[in-house]
């Protein structure tokens, strides 16, 4: 069995998916995708990149509440299903009520959330799935021109554009910037943005860029970046808010 996180938002990239699943086929070996932070945000193909099953949550591009999780499941991964099966999170047991004419799931459902989630998915209809995934794209995409014109490099370095994820970007931290204090000073305008995990504490910081967001709060949260980058300490090269307002358009 082959693991896989699909959009990596600790670090900001998307790992190739398809070229994974083609490995994974050809040794025989099932490919479980967790793909939370990109399905509504970036394409996402479990039959054509062979992915046997697809685990999706509620609350991140899908801009639901938290709570709730889907799963995609290929015809082989259920053939391959044997006992002894975890009693609350057998798939058998969901499927067969999926399948039932009630269309219930085998234990008490949360309704309030099933049915956030359809408006949530309602409005993901109305904007239409490749438009919205467009959107993701392009709001990462001012994120990292305000980057760039601040003379700070994306984390990690790659070459290939492509690769960065849709829905998270990860910036390295000047020398010299004190992480929690630059982005306590964004807090304090109303915006929150995350710091890096791990080793990277203390690194990088990070932007999200998922869900329900438009070019105003992304413009709002690069402005708020800049002044606390300035405010302490760091001599930025450029204007990302003018760098970003030129993505967006």
């Known amino acids: ?30 490919l479980v995708m967790d793909a939370i932070t990109s399905v509504g945000g970036d394409e996402v193909r479990a039959d054509a990149w062979g992915a046997d099953i697809v685990v999706v949550g509620s609350q991140k591009c899908l801009a639901a509440p938290a709570g709730l999780s889907a799963i995609s499941v290929s015809a082989r991964a259920w053939e391959r299903m044997t006992e002894p099966r975890p009693f609350y999170l057998d798939l058998a047991a969901y499927r067969k009520s999926a399948t039932a004419k009630l269309m219930e799931t085998p234990y008490t459902p949360a309704v309030p959330l099933f049915m956030a989630l359809r408006e949530a998915c309602l409005i993901m209809e109305e904007e239409g799935l490749t438009e919205r995934i467009a959107r993701h794209r392009r709001m990462a995409d001012a994120v990292r021109a305000a980057a760039s014109a601040w003379g700070l490099p994306l984390f990690p370095k790659i070459d290939a554009d492509h690769a960065y994820s849709n829905t998270a970007t990860a910036i390295t931290l000047p020398p010299g910037v004190d992480d929690a204090a630059f982005r306590g000073t ?34 709002a949260t690069i402005a708020a970046v800049q002044y606390s980058l300035k405010a302490h300490g760091c001599q930025v090269k450029g204007d990302g808010v003018m760098e970003a307002a030129g993505v967006l358009g």
């Open 1 to 30: 069995m082959v693991t896989l996180v699909h959009n990596e938002t600790s670090a900001g990239i998307k790992n190739p998916a398809e070229k994974i699943g083609k490995i994974a086929r050809r040794h025989d070996a099932m």
């Open 186 to 219: 964004v807090k304090k305008m109303g915006i929150e943005i995350a710091g890096g995990q791990d080793h990277l504490k203390g690194k990088i910081f990070r932007i999200g860029t998922m869900g329900a967001v438009s070019a105003p709060e992304i413009l």
